[in-house]
């Protein structure tokens, strides 16, 4: 295994490796960490009882793994990193008004891992919260630097070391926690249900821009359903289960806190297993997840350089210093982030959904509906390529879906002033898929797409013989 040496560039069909089966372990583990189970505390919190809470935790990772699972397919395809296929849809520059959204996302989630794995180092091992944020971003960004390989074989053996530990702390939390009545009424309001299936929906399609990410280098015929499938299948499989606990944690206790929550059940078993258990769901996962992140934010960063800059060099060197750059900046949101994290992380993930739905919508009707698959990918990276400088069709589509979901959010206190006509339901995640995913439809019927057939052909011949191969179905 060697350092990878790409990193916005296109992968040939000669470095192409794995199977697609690679992808589910790898999305297990990516999202199993007590984050994802911070996430069923919305429900609860709310006053949602805990079979409400369930049915709208389920609905939601089961809903929003859909749109996150769908991008996978587009790796193999264009060999390409996830944000940047976005060229062909907003312009080689205008790609760079949804990357900036994801760059938050991805400094985002390792700063409140950076928060949380510091936090529990210092208060069971010792030392300071300070000190052990630099070793954590330090192994991440050792990690990142390294790259797309080593991801892959760290994220594929850590359910060795976690499943056991959570299956236990599982076991544990229904043996010796039992779920309180609800406080008032029957347990349900359609505004908890929605808060919980949003922040479910929210934080699986938040892993949208990851994906074909880490697909990439998958041979071209690699099948679609199996691509597809396994990673729907890993992503669902870890927010179903640590979701669910997170649910059914958050119902019986008083004060749900996932560290202090985590630490209490494990000691049901023996004082001491708690705090270990901790560390070992947390740091090692953190660490991994956190390394994802920055080669991701790494790729979007130098996608947007270069798109200003064409002559700027996509070496080691170059990909090095974004992923520093990036942990950088992780080091100090994190310093920066109050201590008690939940609210703050609730409100992280709800903004998140509003940022990314309208891209995704645009993204996905782009690859299934308009081009099919089909895209000239050195265009992608030509200032006079055929997707041009700047694609008014998909920035028109993104900022219709946000200007339209605005008027219904809900995020900490501020509300959106059409909120109480729908009863003070969340549904902006609804219009902001519906919308700008109708308006580039509606936009690109009169797009001629086979005039692009040309450079599409042009482009496989000059990149790879076998780019065109059949994909397995």
Excluded at 220 to 225: G, I, P
Excluded at 359 to 364: D, E, I, K
Aim: charged share 10%; with cysteine; aromatic share 12%.
């Amino acid at each position: 295994m060697e350092p990878e040496t790409r990193s916005i560039d296109y992968v040939p069909q000669s470095e192409r490796h794995g199977k697609a089966w690679q992808q589910a372990p790898f999305w297990f583990t990516g999202q199993f960490v007590p984050t994802t189970m911070v996430v069923g505390f919305v429900g609860p919190v709310l006053g949602l009882s805990l079979a409400w809470s369930l049915v709208a935790t389920i609905a939601g990772v089961l809903f929003g793994t859909c749109f996150m699972a769908f991008h996978a397919n587009q790796g193999p395809t264009m060999g390409l990193p996830q944000m940047i296929q976005s060229r062909a849809q907003f312009g080689l520059r205008g790609a760079s008004v949804p990357m900036i959204a994801v760059i938050g996302v991805y400094l985002g989630f390792s700063s409140f891992g950076v928060l949380l794995g510091s936090q529990v180092l210092a208060s069971y091992l010792g030392w300071t919260t300070l000190g052990w944020s630099v070793v954590i971003v330090g192994l991440a960004t050792g990690l990142a630097i390294f790259g797309y390989d080593l991801l892959h074989v760290v994220l594929r053996w850590l359910p060795y070391l976690v499943v056991p530990v959570f299956g236990i702390l599982t076991v544990l939390a229904l043996a010796n926690l039992t779920p309180a009545a609800p406080a008032v009424g029957d347990g349900f309001s359609w505004a908890g249900l929605l808060a919980q299936f949003v922040a479910a929906t929210g934080y699986q399609l938040g892993y949208a821009v990851y994906v074909s990410d880490y697909s990439r280098y998958l041979p071209a015929d690699t099948s679609q359903r199996a691509v597809i499938g396994w990673t729907y299948l890993g992503a669902c499989l870890s927010a179903l289960w640590l979701m669910s606990l997170g649910n059914f944690i958050a119902a019986s206790v008083p004060v749900p806190d996932a560290l202090t929550n985590l630490q209490y059940v494990g000691d049901q078993w023996f004082d001491g297993f708690g705090e270990l258990a901790v560390v070992l769901v947390l740091i090692p996962g953190a660490i991994a997840l956190m390394g994802v992140n920055l080669y991701g934010a790494m790729l979007s960063s130098l996608s947007i350089v270069q798109s200003f800059r064409p002559s700027l060099q996509v070496s080691a060197r170059n990909r090095a210093l974004g992923i520093v750059g990036g942990a950088v900046a992780v080091f100090a949101v994190a310093q920066w982030l109050p201590a008690s994290y939940l609210g703050s992380f609730n409100d992280f993930v709800t903004i998140m959904l509003y940022v990314l739905v309208p891209w995704t919508a645009v993204n996905l009707v782009d690859y299934y509906f308009v081009r099919r698959g089909h895209y000239a990918v050195t265009e992608i990276f030509r200032p006079d390529g055929i997707y041009g400088l700047w694609g008014w069709r998909g920035l028109l589509a993104y900022v219709l879906g946000l200007l339209a979901l605005a008027p219904f959010v809900r995020v900490g206190t501020i509300e959106g002033p059409l909120l109480d006509d729908v009863g003070g339901v969340d549904l902006a995640f609804v219009i902001g898929l519906v919308v700008p995913g109708l308006v580039y439809w509606l936009l690109t019927r009169g797009h001629d797409v086979a005039r692009e057939e040309a450079a599409v052909a042009r482009s496989r011949h000059q990149l790879d013989g076998d780019l065109g191969v059949s994909r397995g179905r």
